[in-house]
Structure formats: structure tokens, C-alpha cells
């Protein structure tokens, strides 16, 4: 199996080749409307930053990043995924030169995964910042095995460990294995706010009453305030930086 990493706009894609990348995320984070504010935008200036990872004609991997302005200070961090959207668009709107790349997205085809295709695929991002000659990639990791543990404070969770030593959370590790070091916390890397019935539309449940719930694939907990008929949904992550 020779796999090759290729920018996604090298040559069209048929649309049905790509159709699997929204699977591996769930609903609700597909209607953030913050995000949807900056996406179009950043898709369109930054499209170089997309990649593929392709086994033969097959798109088997897939992510992409962002050019920003970073210190190296962990007070300067972006607070989290949307903030990133936000500062590589304020920095491309003020001319400035970036410095940093952050490693936004990156998804591996479901019947691939478990198969280091996503170290692949990270390494085959990381050099877009050495082409580019940005000295810092960093990236705000939305940590898979979270969601199995939602009341869980992000701060504790990032800080599990597996015997070894090594991170407890796959994700993570993936990312730790490829000399990657966790820098601080990105407790409100996203917020999204939807009607109580947007949020039973995305997730398939009912919110009867005013509360937390523990939703399906939700790292954190959903907050629904039935009065105001709004439901609120803080997702956290955590800042990884690559050397
Ligand atoms: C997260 C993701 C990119 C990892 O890709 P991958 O190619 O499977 O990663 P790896 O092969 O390096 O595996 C990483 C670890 O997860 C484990 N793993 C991978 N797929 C798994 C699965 N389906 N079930 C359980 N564990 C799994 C691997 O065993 C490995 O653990 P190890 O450190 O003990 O070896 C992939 O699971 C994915 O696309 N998920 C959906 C989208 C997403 O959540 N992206 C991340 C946020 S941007």
C-alpha cells in the first residue's frame, strides 16, 4: 500500500469521494455559528493548507490548517478552534506575516483508522508549515475518548496518563508520538448555541426539562435553559504544540 499525501485542490474530486468526512463528527458541531461566520472565508484564502492522504485513486485521510500569528506564549494562544478561524483572518485582513500553522481538522476514513494513517497525515500537514517557514505548529485537539467522559473537567482529563506514561487519550497520543507536547487547555475552544429544538433535532433526544445532559459524542455537557427555550454546549480541547 503506497500512500501519498496530495493538497485537495490539486485536481477535482468527485463529491461522493468526500462524503464520509462528515461522518466522524457529530451533528451539533456542524452548526456553530461562529464558525459558520469565518469557514467560507478561511476555506477559500487558506485552500492550499488542505490536504489528502490518497491510497491509489482513494481519498483515505483528510485535514487542514490555518496560517496565524502566535507569540509562543501560552497567554497568546488563540482560545481555542474558532478563535484560530478568527486570528488567521485577522491576520491575513492586517497584512501581517504568520508565523505559526495551526492544524485545524483532520479525519481518517472510518474502515482506515487504527492503521496510523493519521500520523500520515499530520506529518504531511506539519510540512506545510516547514515549506512555508513558519516556526510553530500547533494544534487545538478535540480529544476522542472525551466524550466517554464528559463530567470530567478538561484540565483532569488532559492530564490522564496510561501506565506507560504516555497520554490516555488516543488522540492525543497519536500526536504525542509524533513529538508533540501539550502546551495548556482550550476549555471554550468552540460554544454553540442552538433552540431546544435544534438541539433534540442534532442529537436525537428530548430535553424535557431545564438542566444538564450528557449528549451523544458531546465532550462537555449541554445546558438547556427551557425558559429561554436555548441550549448551550461549550466544547473543550487541548492545545498541542509540534515540535
Ligand atoms: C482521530 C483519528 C483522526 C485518528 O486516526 P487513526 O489513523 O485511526 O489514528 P491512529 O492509527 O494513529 O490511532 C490512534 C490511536 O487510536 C486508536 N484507534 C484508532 N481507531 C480506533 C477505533 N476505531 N477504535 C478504537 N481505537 C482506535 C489506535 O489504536 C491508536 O491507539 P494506540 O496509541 O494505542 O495505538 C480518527 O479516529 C478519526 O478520523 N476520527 C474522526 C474525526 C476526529 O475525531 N478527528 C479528530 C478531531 S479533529
Not at 483572518?89 to 481538522?105: E, F, S
Not at 451523544?216 to 449541554?222: A, E, M, Q, T
Amino acid at each position: 500500500m503506497t500512500i501519498v499525501a496530495q493538497p485537495l485542490h490539486a485536481r477535482p474530486r468527485p463529491a461522493d469521494q468526500l462524503a464520509w468526512l462528515t461522518a466522524g463528527w457529530p451533528e451539533f458541531v456542524f452548526h456553530d455559528q461562529e464558525t459558520a461566520r469565518h469557514l467560507g472565508r478561511v476555506r477559500e484564502l487558506f485552500a492550499e493548507l488542505e490536504v489528502v492522504l490518497l491510497d491509489g485513486d482513494e481519498i483515505v485521510a483528510a485535514g487542514w490548517a490555518v496560517p496565524l500569528c502566535w507569540s509562543g506564549e501560552v497567554d497568546d494562544l488563540p482560545a481555542g478552534y474558532n478563535d484560530s478561524l478568527a486570528r488567521a483572518l485577522a491576520a491575513y485582513d492586517a497584512g501581517q506575516q504568520p508565523d505559526t500553522l495551526a492544524i485545524l481538522a483532520a479525519a481518517v476514513r472510518g474502515d482506515r483508522q487504527g492503521q496510523g494513517l493519521a500520523g500520515k497525515l499530520l506529518g504531511a500537514l506539519r510540512e506545510l508549515a516547514g515549506q512555508a517557514a513558519w516556526p510553530r505548529v500547533i494544534c487545538p485537539v478535540r480529544p476522542t475518548l472525551k466524550s466517554r467522559y464528559p463530567l470530567t473537567p478538561i484540565d483532569r482529563y488532559a492530564g490522564w496518563t496510561r501506565p506507560d506514561g504516555s497520554p490516555f487519550d488516543p488522540w492525543i497520543r497519536t500526536h504525542y508520538r509524533l513529538g508533540a507536547r501539550m502546551v495548556a487547555t482550550a476549555p471554550r475552544s468552540q460554544v454553540i448555541t442552538g433552540t431546544v429544538a435544534q438541539w433534540q433535532s442534532w442529537t436525537g433526544m428530548t430535553f424535557p426539562d431545564s438542566g444538564d445532559f450528557v449528549i451523544p459524542d458531546g465532550l462537555s455537557v449541554l445546558h438547556i435553559d427551557r425558559a429561554t427555550d436555548q441550549g448551550v454546549y461549550v466544547e473543550p480541547n487541548v492545545w498541542l504544540q509540534h515540535r
